[in-house]
């Protein structure tokens, strides 16, 4: 059992278990990739590092996060900074009636700073809570190659290939100065940040497989930093 979800509360474990927490978004991506993208992609990593970690659960997903960049775009629901921080906060508050660790596994780049103020918070109440991302190296921002390659794994019915286009495809750091100021629109009006061409869900099964690994060595290991970001695990050799 690790879908807590699904449980009876007879069957969840009394020896101060580890639980995993997804936290994703409700946001556009872009006209061929479903809203709950964030929230399926931090689901799927959580139920996969859970599987490889003896004992622990996964609670259902936070799905509404910090998206205001993505608010102009019909669909988007964000509840920003100071909701999220306090849904994130309280929620670690009450599993610590009962569990042990608690790791939130982010699938949204808008919740970092979220993610950074509520778990240094917790910590510093002496909560053993840290969280991790969802990132695949070299990947594009947001809705391009790599969450359409993933989201073809994961979800193939709710992706609308044909409807797939290229956006904005400069790097990140080049977008911020207008992303803050303008919101995704502003730079890409159909919210893509990147080029979904050439994805297959053969690549995303890849860039899973090895977020799921990498994320469940991350969590066995449990090295937060300074703002409660577990370190990352060098890969093992062949």
Known sequence: MSELARAVWPDVPTARALVLVPVGSTEQHGPHLPL???????????TGAAALLPGALVTPAIAFGNSGEH??????????????????????RS????????VFVNGHGGNVRTLDA??????????HVAWTPCVFPGADAHAGRA???VLLHLAPDEVRLAAAA???????????????????RSVAPNGVLGDPAGASAHEGRLLMDALVDQTARR???FTPDTRGRLTAVEATSA
């Open 36 to 46: 709950t993208t964030d929230t399926v992609i931090a689901r799927a990593v959580a």
């Open 71 to 92: 608010a102009g775009f019909p669909g988007t629901i964000s509840i920003g900074h100071e909701a999220l921080r306090f849904v994130l906060i309280e929620t670690v």
């Open 95 to 102: 599993l610590a009636l009962w569990a042990g660790r608690v």
């Open 118 to 127: 509520a778990v240094t918070m917790l910590r510093a109440e002496g909560h």
């Open 147 to 149: 969450e359409t390659s």
């Open 166 to 184: 290229a956006g904005d495809t400069r790097p990140l750091a080049d977008l911020l100065p207008d992303l803050i100021t303008g919101g995704v």
């Open 219 to 221: 969590i066995d290991r």
